[in-house]
């Protein structure tokens, strides 16, 4: 939970007022999907013991489009001629309202709940009485579980017309919920809006940025508002006027998008979502903290410093972080097992624990991958090509870094070593984000390695996020951001390639076959399938699936096989046809990566089959053959569509260090870009480099051209 968010332990009652641009579509009728949303987060509120209360917008345009639907109907050819009379907008009110209102009712009539309607005028409010009154009749409803819906009732108001601004006790109703809130004493109040929260420009401009707490000292000068609402009186203005005017009768408020299925629930568990109008808001910001895009800057002003050293003040950098990491093995140990005993405390199961583990040889072996790194062949401004184009014109295309990367990651501390000392080998400004889980052990390696960065370059260089909520604000700076690589489950990568438009490298499942043709020697077969899974059960590249070819069934093999593995502790399920024959458990889908000692075995016909397998239930990450017969193993090797696909050899050899990379950022079953373990080279891009002498096009006149292929060392 964000610190500036706590105060919603505390939050009973809640006043949410949904806007006009959120009940209704563009067309003017109303977006049932939407209002359907909303009821479902109200009820859930409401059952958990929240008193809910809603300001609801929208009469006056759902009952424009009714009435002229209504006026269409009703008109002759010539009357459809004539200039149209602008609709009565008390007339459309009084029509929206009921229309409005009945679609609340039924769709908390299908929710087992109940809701009550409250129409109110600017001059009720003149009357001490009626504010009373207002006050018990609320409380009542509220006691018997009834979610009072509010909205001025413009029809009969004094108002020329429902959407004119007056300066009154209250002029829409972003400010009657502001009213309600204070008069109600709520202890929140959500403003729900079309867009995700208020920003210091028009969302639609690409540097607009997010502002997720509101000071008035610092933003109130600084903000651009786009244009007012075409539906209803407000838009963002009212709606920031309302907030600021709740916060400073002491009730927090939030504006938030009314479009997302769960943001009052965010809002409520304390996530920072939207953007927070508070009366201590001032105090916080005293606090500085360091927003997204400052932490991409930083990191690619840094990289700039990174790749102006020479190779050799690189490689020190590397070096001097091996040497802290092996001098602060006590202290890394330390914070990894406060992290491991938590995890524990939560319940997490033993393939997690093992991920999460930093062992002492654990961290030699880092240290020790990260001197490989070192006294690798510089990769940066590396001469890839280099041609004569005319006589004195040179053109070379040379190697360089992509820019900043950012990593999200899974509670796997040694992760964050390697990938900070790939970031730099490659020159790349590097942005981290660890799980939760692993946060001490993140901490204090980041802390190890940024010490370790000479102030000529600035810590700066590699940015450690500490807040999940910051996510979304990086996966929108396309414009820093040069690499997305998240590591982790299948949703995970999924939902961020569904969030950005910043490039994303990585695979979501190791989904990894290991196929025993008739062929192979057994010996060899078991001493390979006994490493590939029972190695290191946890990692991405261990045995999942294990096919066999149908003739080890006849003699036993498969059999004795199958009793080893369950004699090491592997828990074996089956195929359809292999669980029949074997007596074993049969598996629901064969798309399932255990991460843990378990793994699927099933019968196959032959070579083809298992290829047809691999890529109907595989994950295009790294596929065995164990073999004689080269031909078969030809076969496998050429039409297996992996990044790695090995014979007669183990899947755990996926991996960077193994490799000869020295380390690795993850595993990529992208086509694009890099595929299998991503090393330095694939953190690195080109550039074009070109040597003249005075030399102009002017038209290709005077230009002979020679495209002559020169070598790569001038």
Not at 609 to 616: E, F, G, L, V
Request: glycine share 8%.
């Amino acid at each position: 939970m964000d610190f500036s968010r706590e105060f919603v332990k505390d939050v009973k009652r809640l006043i949410i007022k949904v806007g006009t641009a959120v009940v209704t579509r563009a067309d003017g009728r109303l977006a049932v999907g939407r209002v359907g949303a909303l009821c479902e987060q109200l009820k859930e509120l409401n059952s958990q013991g929240y008193e809910v209360i809603l300001v609801a917008s929208g009469a006056v345009g759902v009952g424009i489009q009714r009435l002229r639907y209504r006026r269409l109907v009703n008109s002759s050819l010539d009357d459809l001629q004539k200039p149209q009379i602008e609709l009565d907008g008390k007339a459309c009110a009084a029509v929206g309202q009921s229309s409005l209102m009945a679609l609340y009712d039924t769709l908390f009539s299908q929710l087992d709940a109940t809701a009550s309607q409250l129409l109110v005028t600017e001059s009720d409010f003149k009357n001490p009485h009626f504010r009373m009154q207002l006050f018990e009749t609320v409380g009542s409803l509220l006691d018997l579980r009834v979610i009072p819906i509010f909205n001025e009732n413009d029809a009969i108001s004094t108002r020329g017309h429902p959407n004119e601004d007056s300066s009154g006790i209250f002029c829409d109703n972003d400010s009657l919920a502001t009213l309600l809130a204070t008069e109600l004493k709520a202890d929140l109040l959500v403003l729900l809006s079309d867009v995700e929260g208020l920003y210091d420009a028009p969302p639609k401009l690409p540097h607009a940025k997010m502002i997720h707490t509101y000071v008035k000292e610092k933003h109130e000068g600084e903000i651009t508002f786009g244009d007012k609402s075409k539906v209803g009186r407000g838009g963002m203005t009212a709606k920031v006027k309302a907030a600021i005017q709740a916060a400073e009768a002491g009730i927090p408020a939030v504006i938030t998008s009314g479009y997302a299925t769960d943001n009052i629930v965010k809002v409520l568990q304390g996530q920072r979502v939207g953007t927070l109008f508070h009366k201590d808001a001032h105090s916080w910001a005293l606090v500085k903290e360091i927003g997204a895009r400052e932490l991409a800057v930083a990191a690619r002003e840094c990289s700039r410093q990174l790749q102006a050293l020479s190779s050799k003040d690189r490689s020190k950098i590397l070096m001097d972080i091996a040497d802290a990491l092996e001098a602060n093995e006590k202290l890394i140990k330390a914070e990894n097992e406060a992290d491991i005993a938590s995890a524990q405390e939560a319940g997490y199961d033993n393939s997690f624990l093992s991920r999460l583990t930093l062992k002492p040889e654990k961290i030699s072996g880092l240290a020790n991958s990260i001197r490989v790194l070192a006294d690798m062949k510089e990769p940066i401004g590396h001469v890839l090509t280099r041609m004569e184009l005319a006589d004195g014109l040179v053109l070379e295309k040379k190697s360089c870094p992509l820019g900043v990367l950012l990593i999200v990651f899974e509670s796997r501390p040694d992760a964050l070593v390697q990938i900070a000392s790939l970031s730099i080998r490659s020159g790349n400004g590097l942005l981290l984000k660890g799980g939760k889980e692993a946060s001490k052990s993140n901490a204090i390696l980041h802390k190890i390695i940024t010490g370790a960065i000479p102030n000529t370059v600035g810590e700066k260089l590699i940015g450690l996020v500490t807040s999940r909520e910051q996510i979304p604000d990086l996966l929108k700076l396309n414009d820093v951001i040069d690499l997305v690589i998240p590591r982790g489950s299948n949703k995970l990568v999924s939902q961020i390639k569904d969030s950005t438009k910043i490039p994303v490298l990585g695979h979501a499942d190791g989904i990894c076959h290991v196929y025993i043709d008739k062929s192979a020697n057994m010996k060899m077969a078991k001493h390979i399938v006994l490493d590939a899974k029972t190695d290191y059960p946890a990692a991405c590249n261990a045995m999942e699936t294990l096919l066999v070819h149908k003739d080890f069934l006849s003699d036993g093999r498969l059999n004795k096989l199958v009793s080893e593995l369950q004699r090491k502790g592997v828990t074996v399920h089956g195929g359809p046809r292999a669980s029949a024959l074997l007596n074993i458990s049969q598996v629901n889908s064969f798309h399932h990566e255990y991460n843990s000692m378990a793994c699927t075995v099933e019968i196959i016909e032959d070579v083809h089959s298992a290829i047809d397998h691999i890529h109907r239930h595989g994950s295009a990450h790294t596929d065995c053959i164990i073999t004689e017969d080269p031909k078969i193993a030809e076969i496998f090797l050429h039409q297996v569509d992996s990044a790695a696909v090995f014979h007669n050899a183990s899947t755990r050899f996926c991996d960077g260090a193994r490799f000869g990379l020295g380390a690795e950022v993850g595993i990529s079953t992208s086509r694009i870009h890099a595929r299998g373990p991503v090393g330095v080279d694939g953190l690195l891009t080109s550039r074009w480099i070109l040597k003249g002498n005075g030399h102009v096009v002017d038209g290709d006149e005077g230009v002979v051209y020679t495209h002559k292929n020169l070598a790569t060392q001038a």
